[in-house]
Structure formats: C-alpha cells, structure tokens
C-alpha cells in the first residue's frame, strides 16, 4: 500500500514537472519524480521472491530462518552449491 501511494507520488511529481518545464520551474520535479519511481522499481526486483518449493539437489538448506513479515511464516534459506546464490523458501 505504501509503495502504491509512492508510486502515485512519483507520478504526479513527473507530471506537473513535466508541465512547468516550459515555465522554467518543473526540472527538480521531474528528477525527483524519476528517482523515487526508479527506486521503488529497483527494490521491487532486487530483493527475491519468496518460494513455495524447495530448489533442487544443487541447493543445501542453511540454518538460517526467519519469519517473513507479509505472511507470518518461516522462511528457510537455502543456498546453492557452487554459486553461492541464495534462494528463499516458505516452510
């Protein structure tokens, strides 16, 4: 909900901004406009979704657990063998 409202936000900012460049004062809202629709953007696919299954043989299980604060429920981590890359998934 908080990043739908920033998202509307960020779009109006970008739209008066753009409406008050010819004016000479709409350049700051059109850039802080972009930065926070960029950013909101950027963290909605840096951090990794949650699964539902757990990966396959590649992977090992780590004790390392928390708890999801979306859902309430625990979430194991899970790591893969060579790459190092993590992946997380619902218990």
């Given at each position: 909900m908080?990043r ?7 779009g ?5 901004g ?6 000479g ?16 953007l950027?963290?909605?696919f ?10 396959g043989?590649?992977w ?6 928390f708890?999801d604060?979306e ?6 981590v899970?790591?893969?063998?060579t ?9």
């Amino acid at each position: 909900m908080l990043r739908t409202a920033l998202l509307i936000v960020a779009g109006v900012s970008l739209a008066i901004g753009l409406m008050g460049i010819g004016a000479g004062y709409g350049w700051p809202l059109v850039i802080w406009g972009a930065v926070l629709a960029l950013g909101l953007l950027y963290e909605r696919f840096r951090y990794k979704p949650i699964e539902r299954t757990a990966p396959g043989p590649e992977w090992e299980k780590t004790t390392e657990r928390f708890v999801d604060d979306e859902t309430g429920r625990t979430v194991t981590v899970y790591m893969h063998k060579t790459s190092g890359d993590r992946q997380y998934v619902e218990e």
